[in-house]
């Protein structure tokens, strides 16, 4: 009775996330019917038979290997979703131009090849940056300056995904809870109970003493969503291997967010270590900005501490690869695919681990800025 | 010959990750000799520090890609 009842909400929520994409995605066919594609070679023969087969010509040609440019590529965010030869899934993109917002799907762009004109301008994909060009193909650099790109991504799709996952997982647990109220936990609790145990024994009682209720919720939110987004990032295929939390933008918004918190709950002794240390006046010149630098210094560190460590596991498992590709024989495979497991098993160590590092110091931090206890110079208060 | 010196200067950054989480090892492996029953708690510990060494020497690779690319 109870898988049924999974399973239907499972359904349930594909079905949600499928219309999710499919009404992102009609909203950009919709406006076909205004924009079409310039093929490139267009201005060189009008025929698009020809115009296709060269266009095939350049595929089918291999230029020599470069793996750097394969691992970027990889790394990187894109347009597009690549599935595999020469199938992409193109995702929206979403334009805000000074004219108005524009939205097509960016298999228009033909993977760079043809420009689109939409409704108010002309566009190209270079390195996936959206430009504007003039009629004669040149890039217009004064009007790009004017557009924001606000598509949906493969790094957005993929935090999609995860969001999904995660409330997929969090509803069911929560309503399982209630539904079992006062009984033993049962199937899916199971799991993730001790996780949250763990969280709140390991990571939040430690550090945050008495008052540790209050933050519970943003710290298991930043736990797991930092791990299920590195697990679906290790992922080889769709929908997994987009690599978002090697992504220095998300780990800026995810170090940003834990700054706001620490600071807004900054009690009187934490301000007054920043601003007036208790050390001799004479030090304070020195004393202040090192302090602020502290300040910037702890979050600064939690965001390239992720973003640094998803993205080297990414390079080493595409460099372990592509070593196939640049040895080209079919010998070195075996022990090329031997390593990448054993890189991979160590990711998903890492996986939780950078995880449980970035909950554990936010954790810290938000202690230091909560914290009441005095130490060695709170002369003051102990005379009351 | 060729390379950058991007990619000595990782090096030079995972030398002194790998001296650092030796260290920490090694001293986790003495601690764990000399009590064996605080095993558990020494590995937690040991764990969290070799993930902020390596966090710092991660830094180092990050400025080298970014003079890299």
């Keep these: 009775m109870r898988k049924r009842g999974f399973f239907i909400k499972k359904t349930k929520s594909i079905l949600l996330f499928s219309a999710v994409f499919c009404i992102t995605m009609a909203n950009v066919y919709a406006n076909e019917s205004v924009g079409h594609e310039n093929h490139a070679s267009e201005s060189k023969d009008t025929v698009s038979a020809v115009a296709d087969s060269t266009h095939a010509i350049k595929h089918g040609e291999e230029e020599s290997f470069n793996p750097g440019e394969m691992i970027l590529h990889h790394i990187?965010?894109?347009h597009e979703w690549h599935l595999w030869g020469h199938t992409s899934i193109g995702l929206p993109v979403i334009l805000y131009t000074d004219k108005g917002i524009e939205t097509f799907s960016s298999s228009k762009f033909h993977h760079g090849d043809s420009t689109y004109t939409g409704k108010h301008y002309t566009y190209s994909i270079e390195h996936e940056h959206i430009k504007v060009v003039n009629a004669d193909g040149s890039i217009n650099e004064e009007a790009s300056k004017n557009i924001t790109d606000l598509s949906i991504t493969r790094n957005v799709a993929s935090m999609f995904l995860s969001i999904t996952i995660l409330l997929l997982i969090f509803t069911s647990v929560a309503k399982a809870y209630k539904k079992r109220e006062g009984k033993a936990p049962k199937g899916f609790q199971s799991l993730i109970e001790p996780i949250i145990i763990f969280v709140r024994d390991e990571i939040a009682?430690?550090?945050?003493?008495?008052?540790y209720a209050r933050f519970m919720p943003f710290l298991l939110t930043i736990f797991f969503f930092i791990w299920v987004n590195n697990l679906i990032g290790l992922v080889p295929f769709f929908p997994g291997g987009a690599n978002l939390t090697g992504n220095i933008a998300f780990t800026l918004v995810m170090g940003v967010i834990t700054f706001i918190v620490t600071n807004v709950n900054g009690n009187k002794t934490y301000w007054q270590h920043v601003y007036a240390p208790h050390v001799p006046k004479a030090l304070w010149p020195i004393m202040i900005p090192v302090e602020i630098?502290?300040?910037?210094?702890?979050?600064?560190a939690l965001i390239v501490r992720l973003f640094a460590n998803i993205t080297a596991g990414h390079i080493i498992v595409l460099s372990l690869i592509s070593l196939i590709f640049i040895f080209k024989s079919l010998a070195i495979a075996p022990v090329s695919v031997a390593f990448v497991i054993f890189m991979d098993v160590l990711e998903l160590l890492v996986a939780f681990l950078q995880a449980f590092i970035f909950t554990m110091l936010t954790a810290l931090f938000i202690g230091t800025a909560i914290s009441e206890e005095h130490g060695d110079h709170s002369h003051s208060e102990e005379h009351h | 010959m060729t390379g950058s010196i991007a990619a000595i200067g990782a090096g030079l950054?995972?030398?002194?990750a790998g001296l650092g989480i030796g260290r920490i090892g090694g001293s986790a492996m003495e601690g764990i000799a000399r009590q064996p029953e605080a095993a558990s708690k020494i590995q937690t510990a040991m764990i969290i520090a070799a993930a902020l060494v390596e966090g710092v020497a991660l830094f180092g690779v990050v400025v080298a890609l970014l003079g890299n690319g």
Excluded: T, W
Aim: aromatic share 10%; charged share 20%; net charge positive.
């Design chain 1, 205 to 211: 009682k430690p550090n945050l003493g008495y008052k």
């Design chain 2, 13 to 16: 950054a995972v030398i002194g």
């Design chain 1, 293 to 300: 630098i502290g300040l910037l210094a702890k979050p600064f």
């Design chain 1, 76 to 78: 990187g965010d894109a």
